[in-house]
T-cell receptor, first 117, second 113 residues
Framework: GAVVSQHPSRVICKSGTSVKIECRSL??????MFWYRQFPKQSLMLMAT?????????EQGVEKDKFLINHASLTLSTLTVTSAHPEDSSFYIC?????????????FGPGTRLTVL | GENVEQHPSTLSVQEGDSAVIKCTYS??????FPWYKQELGKRPQLIID?????GEKKDQRIAVTLNKTAKHFSLHITETQPEDSAVYFC????????????FGSGTRLQVQP
């Protein structure tokens, strides 16, 4: 089946630093990837839709200058949390749909747990 | 935008019993409804999905039903086992062209051995 990887799986950083999270589709091409944030014991909240070769589409309330998204190829999207603060600590998960197959099914990465001190 | 409500928030059943989780959605144009299982600290795993042109779908012990008129869909797990214990999320994909999913709030299922 389709596999999506994320790196790193866990990161701890100081307040004010920037953190980059990578999301890769390993065995398929993804025109579109999605970034979600999940707080403890809560649901997945869509942050933005990452489109290959074009600007990301951000959900209402998500600061695009704080959460920079780059989708440089059909297999890689990156999320950079700039000037991270403790309230940005969360579980960040990406997902992707296989452009060549059933375009409905989304496959999720394993997530990145970000802790900002 | 799309709004998905999920009930119950927690569900405890005895091993071998059935479990039912219900979701409602607001966007009548929604056409795809997946269910995900998430274990603690892990990624959501797709367990079953249904499209708006189908009323019911079954895969072994898991089934999903969809009522488009009432805008609700349900997950049914029969013969539950302890390894079914997890958080289950329903989701809906809204208007055409917007492929992002809107998730329900989740149901924590506990299967007691």
């Amino acid at each position: 089946g389709a596999v999506v990887s994320q790196h790193p799986s866990r990161v701890i950083c100081k307040s004010g630093t920037s953190v980059k999270i990578e999301c890769r589709s390993l065995d398929f091409q993804a025109t579109t990837m999605f970034w979600y944030r999940q707080f403890p014991k809560q649901s997945l909240m869509l942050m933005a839709t990452s489109n290959e070769g074009s600007k990301a589409t951000y959900e209402q309330g998500v600061e695009k200058d704080k959460f920079l998204i780059n989708h440089a190829s059909l297999t890689l999207s990156t999320l950079t949390v700039t000037s991270a603060h403790p309230e940005d600590s969360s579980f960040y998960i990406c997902s992707a749909a296989d452009r060549g197959q059933n375009t409905d099914t989304q496959y999720f990465g394993p997530g990145t747990r970000l802790t900002v001190l | 935008g799309e709004n998905v409500e999920q009930h119950p928030s927690t569900l405890s059943v005895q091993e071998g019993d059935s479990a039912v989780i219900k979701c409602t959605y607001s966007d009548s144009a929604s056409n795809y409804f997946p269910w995900y299982k998430q274990e603690l600290g892990k990624r959501p795993q797709l367990i079953i999905d249904i499209r708006s042109n189908v009323g019911e779908k079954k895969d072994q012990r898991i089934a999903v039903t969809l009522n488009k008129t009432a805008k609700h869909f349900s997950l049914h797990i029969t013969e539950t086992q302890p390894e079914d214990s997890a958080v289950y999320f329903c989701a809906a994909r809204g208007k055409t062209g917007r492929r992002a999913l809107t998730f329900g709030s989740g149901t924590r299922l506990q299967v007691q051995p």
